[in-house]
T-cell receptor, first 113, second 113 residues
Framework: NAGVTQTPKFQVLKTGQSMTLQCAQDMNHNSMYWYRQDPGMGLRLIYYSASEGTTDKGEVPNGYNVSRLNKREFSLRLESAAPSQTSVYFC????????????FGPGTRLTVL | QKEVEQDPGPLSVPEGAIVSLNCTYSNSAFQYFMWYRQYSRKGPELLMYTYSSGNKEDGRFTAQVDKSSKYISLFIRDSQPSDSATYLCAMKSDASGTYKYIFGTGTRLKVLA
């Protein structure tokens, strides 16, 4: 039982490049989330998916897109990376949007040069 | 003013000390209060969850919510070097359709052996 897994663990991009961050959970959770964590800013919600087939914007969605591929997988795409997107990205899941226990993955450290 | 304020620390204490970590908030609609522990280069893990006001105890950890003062606390008794981590508070309102947690920026705790 791996919980929430994220790939890759580290990534360096040049400005303008694109990439997709992958997230998968094996807990049969309905809801999944993408956060970014920056020094002095705390965790901020980028996008979330309350259930399979639905996605909604969070606090800081600009420059990102998401896909809820199936119940297990939720990907985050940067179409044209900018230095301001240098951050640590966390995926999380919960049984439902009403359930408050969010389980986090280990994170992806992204640097955009 | 941020919705949730948390002293970033670092807070250094000797092993065995009682630790008090705190967050203040401005949104009186918050009803769900969580504390997460985050070790360096890892994802946050849920420590304590409290609904509305009151205290909750789990082993060496006690979470306290004072809604009248908009103030929450996490107490750690008999602190251990393994408690050295960043502690994040998080809160959420009960409003319909509000799936967003608001996280504090985290307090870094060092327990010295």
């Amino acid at each position: 039982n791996a919980g929430v897994t994220q790939t890759p663990k580290f990534q360096v991009l040049k400005t303008g490049q694109s990439m997709t961050l992958q997230c998968a959970q094996d807990m049969n959770h309905n809801s999944m989330y993408w956060y970014r964590q920056d020094p002095g800013m705390g965790l901020r919600l980028i996008y979330y998916s309350a259930s399979e087939g639905t996605t909604d914007k969070g606090e800081v969605p600009n420059g990102y897109n998401v896909s809820r591929l199936n119940k297990r997988e939720f990907s985050l795409r940067l179409e044209s990376a900018a230095p301001s997107q240098t951050s640590v990205y966390f995926c999380a899941s919960s049984e439902s949007e009403a359930r408050d226990t969010q389980y986090f993955g280990p994170g992806t450290r992204l640097t955009v040069l | 003013q941020k919705e949730v304020e948390q002293d970033p620390g670092p807070l250094s204490v000797p092993e065995g000390a009682i630790v008090s970590l705190n967050c203040t908030y401005s949104n009186s609609a918050f009803q769900y209060f969580m504390w997460y522990r985050q070790y360096s280069r890892k994802g946050p893990e849920l420590l304590m969850y409290t609904y509305s006001s009151g205290n909750k105890e789990d082993g060496r950890f006690t979470a306290q919510v004072d809604k009248s003062s908009k103030y929450i606390s996490l107490f750690i008794r008999d602190s251990q070097p393994s408690d050295s981590a960043t502690y994040l508070c998080a809160m959420k309102s009960d409003a319909s359709g509000t799936y967003k947690y608001i996280f504090g920026t985290g307090t870094r705790l060092k327990v010295l052996a």
